[in-house]
């Protein structure tokens, strides 16, 4: 790049101070080797990310001739929502056919109040922990956080049987009930240390002033906690909607959530494979986390980077 | 407690009563167990999750493992007969040995690759935001969703098989999810694509968290961008590398899901995962003793893998 | 006396041409001129974020300039990388890597460009030897002390074997004591060495105990260049007269006056006769200016060498040990005066005072340069 401005501009004194050779800028071209091999490294690591979510749109856009004849890459040709309606509301999973509009209900209903429930519980036991400290409350907590290390299948059976015994097996609630458990650790965590961050002064002055523990949380803690509890719902939202493994243990079929009921869709032995339908039903079940992915942007980084640990 | 200590004595009403106030403190003292009682209340979710589920449920299932429960579980003990039918069984060291390759290389893959794309990400680029998007939006979609679409591009009829061999190409074979030997590789395909965005997060929050002037002294030392990376900022980042480490290897043995929506644990047997072998055993083939020793199995995998970690990373800070 | 300087003298060092950087829309140096001489001790002084950390990493060549040209040692290094323009540098948070031993952090540059082993080695020695930091050769950066952690970064810019060092605030992270003891080795170590050194604070005490020369630097330009006593006695304009200095120079506005032929300072009633300031531009009577006294060029009392008495009446007083502060109210305005740690005052009570006019400041009141 040519820096000539103070050499053309009329400054005699500019020009006398300035000796020739390279000054500004080291002149640097656009395109330079280094430039080509990071671009295009990332762009190259862009397209391996971003083929499989474009595979399935275009897959479920084309109508089943077309599959048959065509690559999986080609872009279709005549597009068809045939298999989106067929997905949504026609797909047979065992002898129902009503398609995954069933399981999307069933996710939403299994969703809301967990998320709701899980939060509660959570925020509650994280500002007790931050600001009540009891004698033993660090010890359960600790079995909480390793606990959250355990893999689920030693849990499971056990809580079978408590769940049997409650007389919620099966049933929605039992379902909810279980991930409120299973989201305890990481939620209690991330409240824990976002109230333990808050100023302490805060907390001792409204007990000065005689307040009491829910007082307290509802009207302090609370208000001064909104981002976090966004990250928590993103976090449960995500987490509740993508489960797969508890929505076969703890349901029926008529309550299975939408994954289980998808891979009944796609993974069933009967009928002929209709790969259209089965990727318009892919991309339904993944559009709600896909959602909230692209709309909560950087605070869903700091959701998962705190979940992280649930694995 | 804090709230009679705290107040200066004379401004606050109380004073006025400070004849009362002395048995007062008196008579508190007998009811511990009465103090803070609401945050005690609240917190009885947590302690029966932790108590009930947590740790009493994972001493029942390992109590029960050293029985011979079948479809409901019964308290006969038979000492260690469930752990060597589990080792002799074929389908058990297929899973093993699934783990355990997918796991090495899982691992190894995730840091190198999450590593690489971080340090591609920290090179000041245009765009950061959006290839962090790109990268990390398979993390937001479930295993299910991740297994199906890998499913349908590993199809050797229509995925890239057939594609790679409409070009001309046309003995080219790669059919990982219907051949034996390496099924297991076309798993962890689709693992990487969903995982390792979170990985990147993670190495490039720790890149970002290495003070500048390291940097700055690096380049007047006149060090090699590669070499600063390899010797200097590497070494730095090992609490991010071991944090990243217990996580990815946490998940490992967990892996269920996406078996289950790719594969089905086939062709046969051959894509089988322990997580897979114990909800069949429990659920499936009444055969709860089994499904009970082999989750007690990964849950000394687990074991194996935090404890070492929680020793080093806790137990050492405490004494530092 | 920055901008006429378009001669090039063969002992500078380091030399900044007609500099300019700026961040996007944000510009933080604006055509900035600067030589330094070679074996000057000089010191960048400014408030937080002024750009003097910015100048040293584009002397440095961690930054690139927008315009301009940087030489060192008449060489044009502006478009040199950071290695090849023979500077070492220190930071503020000694950026030691620390998973290596103090050897290896003093040896890693050395061994990466190549060096005999030999050389090296005798190198790591000699530096060590010179810091004194023998004894912590085999230790990682978590095992030293900030003091010695701040050593060894030093130690790392003198394995170079280079003509130039920057400094960017390298006592900042050290607490008093410290800091007063590496001022004095870094002095000792200049003395010894005789290199080029630039050096970064915005410790006034650090600036003028160390340097040869300060630039004190506001928003990108360099306010005054000079020696520490011509900076504090002659400040070149309000900013540099009211940042050099604790407690800060008395500034009392007013306007300036002719009366029985003499110039004379007028505030309200008062008048201060200027018969010995020396001027730089012509004192013209009615120009409005603002009066510049320190602390301790005001006699009170018994001091009070005759010329012109003022009385004042005690405000504050602030004992510091060796020194006594007095706040007074003079003239509607609030003054401060540094008498001796004896002499003690009663609020309330009045003063005598004469002023020193001839260490006097006066400033345009419109542009604020020294008259
Ligand atoms: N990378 C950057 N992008 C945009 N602005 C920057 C950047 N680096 C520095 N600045 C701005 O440039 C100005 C000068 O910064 P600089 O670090 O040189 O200040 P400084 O004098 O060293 O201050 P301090 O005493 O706090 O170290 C500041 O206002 C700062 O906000
Ligand atoms: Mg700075």
């Known amino acids: 790049m040519d820096k000539s401005p103070i050499l053309t501009v009329v400054q005699p004194a500019a020009v006398d101070r300035l000796r020739a050779g390279p000054q500004g800028k080291r002149p640097r071209p656009a395109i330079s080797g280094r430039n080509v091999m990071l671009y295009g490294a990332l762009g190259l690591a862009a397209l391996y990310y971003l083929l499989p979510l474009y595979v399935m749109v275009v897959t479920s856009l084309k109508g089943m001739p077309e599959i048959r004849l065509g690559n999986i890459f080609s872009p279709p040709m005549e597009i068809t929502f045939e298999p989106w309606v067929k997905a949504w509301a026609e797909a047979c999973t065992g002898l129902n056919c009503d398609g995954l509009s069933r399981g999307f209900w069933n996710s939403v209903k299994i969703m809301v109040p967990s998320v709701i429930l899980s939060i509660a519980i ?117 987490g509740i909607w993508n489960d797969f493994l508890f929505g076969v243990v703890f349901t029926r079929p008529e309550n299975y959530p939408m994954t289980v009921q998808l891979n009944n869709i796609v993974n069933s032995v009967q009928g002929v494979k209709e790969y259209n339908v089965n990727m318009a039903a892919t991309l339904l079940s993944g559009a709600v986390p896909l959602i909230v992915y692209f709309v909560s942007g950087r605070l869903f980084v700091r959701g998962i980077a705190a979940g992280a640990v649930k694995g | ?91 058990w060291l297929v899973s093993i040995q699934n783990l355990a390759t997918y796991g090495i290389l899982s691992l190894i893959f995730s840091l190198v690759i999450g590593f690489l794309l971080a340090a591609l990400m920290d090179q000041k680029i245009r765009f950061e935001d959006t290839f962090r998007t790109i990268f990390l939006y398979p993390f937001a979609l479930s295993f299910i969703v991740t297994g199906l679409v890998w499913q349908w591009i590993l199809n050797p009829e229509f995925g890239v098989q057939s594609v790679v061999r409409s070009l001309g190409w046309t003995s080219f074979t790669f059919d990982p999810l219907y051949n034996e030997d390496i099924v297991i590789y076309g798993i962890l395909i689709a693992a990487l694509w969903q995982g390792t965005g979170l990985v990147m997060c993670l190495m490039l929050a720790g890149l970002r968290g290495i003070d500048e002037d390291i940097w700055k002294a690096a380049r007047v030392d006149g060090i090699p961008m590669w070499r600063t990376y390899l010797f200097i900022i590497i070494p730095m980042m090992r609490p991010v590398f071991v944090t990243t480490l217990v996580i990815i290897a946490s998940g490992i043995v967990r892996i269920y899901d996406l078996v289950v929506a790719q594969t089905s644990g086939g062709p046969g047997i051959a894509s089988d995962v322990p997580a897979k072998y114990v909800y069949d055993y429990m659920f499936f083939a009444q055969n709860l003793g089994q499904g009970f020793a082999a989750s007690t199995m990964m849950l000394l995998a687990v074991a194996i893998v935090i404890v070492p970690w929680a020793y080093l990373e806790f137990g050492g800070r405490k004494r530092g | 006396m920055i901008h006429d300087n378009t001669s090039f003298r063969t002992d500078t060092s380091v030399s900044i041409r007609d500099l300019s950087l700026s961040f996007g829309a944000v510009t933080v140096l604006e055509n900035l001129n600067l030589d330094i001489h070679d074996g000057e001790f000089l010191v960048l002084l400014g408030s937080s974020g002024c750009g003097k950390s910015t100048l040293l990493n584009c002397i440095a060549g961690l930054l690139e300039p927008t315009e301009g040209q940087i030489f060192i040692k008449d060489r044009n290094v502006t478009w040199e990388e950071p290695k090849d323009r023979g500077i070492g540098m220190v930071f503020q948070s000694y950026a030691l890597y620390p ?200 006699k009170v009392d018994h001091d009070v060498a005759g010329g012109e008495v003022h009385e004042a009446v005690v405000d504050i007083e602030e004992p510091m040990g060796a020194d006594n502060l007095l706040w007074l109210k003079y003239a509607g305005q609030t003054m401060s005066v540094r008498i001796g740690g004896e002499r003690r005052y009663k609020p309330g009570s009045t003063v005598k005072l004469g002023c020193d006019m001839t260490m006097a400041s006066v400033f345009d009141a419109e542009t604020e340069e020294r008259l």
């Open chain 1, 122 to 238: 959570a925020s509650v036991n994280g500002y007790a922990l931050a600001n009540w400290r009891f004698k033993g409350a660090d010890l359960f907590f600790t079995i909480l956080i390793v606990g959250a290390f355990i893999p689920y299948q030693v849990m499971i059976y056990p809580l079978v049987i408590v769940l049997r015994e409650l007389g919620i097996y099966g049933t929605l609630s039992g379902l909810i009930l279980v991930h409120s458990i299973f989201g305890m650790p990481i939620l209690t965590l991330l409240f824990r240390n976002y109230f333990v961050s808050l100023p302490e002064e805060l907390f001792k002055a409204a007990r000065i002033d005689g307040a009491g523990f829910w007082q307290i949380y509802f009207r302090i803690m609370l208000p001064m906690s909104l981002p976090i509890f966004v990250v928590a719902m993103i976090l449960q939202v995500t």
């Open chain 3, 99 to 298: 998973q290596m031993t103090v050897e290896k952090n003093l040896s890693f540059g050395l061994r990466v460009a190549g060096v005999p082993r030999e050389e090296i080695d005798k190198r790591v020695a000699r530096t060590a030897g010179i810091l004194q930091i023998e004894p912590l050769l085999k230790r990682k950066p978590a095992e030293l002390s900030g003091g010695q952690r701040q050593r060894v970064a030093i130690g790392r810019a003198l394995v170079r074997d280079v003509d130039v060092f920057l400094f960017d605030e390298p006592l900042s992270n050290l607490d008093a004591k410290l800091r007063a003891e590496l001022r004095v080795e870094i002095k000792r170590l200049h003395q010894a060495l005789k290199n080029t050194m630039i050096y970064v604070t915005h410790d006034q005490i650090e600036a003028l105990t160390l340097a040869d020369r300060i630039a004190i630097m506001k928003s990108g330009v360099i306010q005054q260049l000079d020696d520490p006593i011509t900076i504090y006695n002659r400040p070149n304009n309000l900013f540099v007269a009211g940042f050099i200095g604790s407690p800060s120079m008395n500034f009392l506005s007013g306007e300036l006056a002719e009366e029985g032929g003499r110039i004379v300072f007028k505030t309200g009633e008062t008048r201060f006769s200027l018969d010995g300031y020396g001027h730089a531009q012509p004192l013209t009577p009615g120009r409005k200016v603002i009066l510049g006294l320190r602390p301790e060029h005001i």
């Open chain 2, 1 to 91: 407690m804090t709230v009679f200590s705290t107040k200066p004595p004379g401004t606050s009403p109380s004073a006025v009563t400070s004849s009362t106030a002395r048995p007062k403190t008196r008579a508190r003292r007998p009811n511990r167990l009465f103090r803070n009682l609401s945050a005690k209340i609240a917190s009885i979710p947590m302690v029966l999750t932790a108590v009930v589920i947590f740790l009493g449920g994972t001493v029942w299932t390992v109590v029960y493992s050293f029985t011979n429960s079948k479809l409901l579980p019964r308290l006969t003990f038979v000492g260690f007969d469930q752990y060597e039918r589990l080792w002799a069984t074929p389908r």
